[in-house]
């Protein structure tokens, strides 16, 4: 069956430090490839995608993702976090139509 | 373009008791799914509709649990009886079309409180 692991449940960074967030995928195949952002009490927000293509992939409020196929990961980066970016993080993939997520990181940011 | 609309935002029941909840997709989307997000888990597909018909309902508790999207636009997710394991959030979330490349867009949830 396919399964999203994300290795670290909480994460504190300071503010304008860089940032890496764990993600590795089981399955046979490339699925598509996400990931998303929840702010509490909100829903989930699409950051990034990854399909085909070009293995680096930009989002939106300045994140980047890379796939590597040999490691089977897709771990989300930022150069630079601010605070409004403590959040829940979830990886997910898409073998077909179902979402199935990582049980997510949880980013604290610190001053 | 609005979002994808739940209602309520919380709700709090004892167990034995029913609950529905309601989701408005995004105006156009032919595939809207439910999933449901225990604490501390990441969301988990409970049904996926393509426009009024059932796709996947292999995780949905049907002992318990009964969805509907009737005129492939609206849905609702009932609970009945709830048991203190349903206490969750419930996000609705809709895509243009069924297939892993296209976007969900997620609601804002439903937060279940069960005692």
């Known amino acids: 069956a396919q399964s999203v692991t994300q290795p670290d449940i909480h994460i504190t960074v300071s503010e304008g430090a860089s940032l890496e967030l764990r993600c590795n995928y089981s399955y046979g195949a490339t699925p598509y490839l996400f990931w998303y952002v929840q702010s509490p009490g909100q829903g989930l927000q699409l950051l990034l995608k990854y399909f085909s293509g070009d293995t680096l992939v930009q989002g939106i409020k300045g994140f980047e993702a890379e796939f590597k196929r040999s490691q089977s990961s897709f771990n989300l980066r930022k150069p630079s976090v601010h605070w409004s970016d403590a959040a829940e993080y979830f990886c997910?993939?898409?073998?077909?139509?179902?979402?199935?997520f990582g049980k997510g990181t949880r980013l604290s940011v610190i001053a | 373009e609005a979002g994808v609309a739940q209602s309520p935002r919380y709700k709090i029941i004892e167990k034995r008791q029913s609950v529905a909840f309601w989701c408005n997709p995004i105006s156009g989307h032919a595939t809207l799914y439910w999933y449901q997000q225990i604490l501390g888990q990441g969301p988990k597909l409970l049904i996926q509709?393509?426009?009024?018909?059932?796709?996947?309902d292999s995780q949905l508790p049907k002992d318990r649990f009964s969805a509907e999207r009737l005129k492939g636009v609206d849905s609702t997710l009932k609970i009945q009886p709830a048991k203190l394991e349903d206490s969750a959030v419930y996000l609705c979330a809709s895509s243009l079309q069924t297939s892993g490349a296209y976007e969900q867009y997620f609601g804002p949830g439903t937060r279940l409180t069960v005692t």
């Open positions: 509709f393509q426009n009024n018909g059932v796709v996947d």
């Open positions: 997910a993939v898409a073998p077909r139509t179902p979402l199935v």
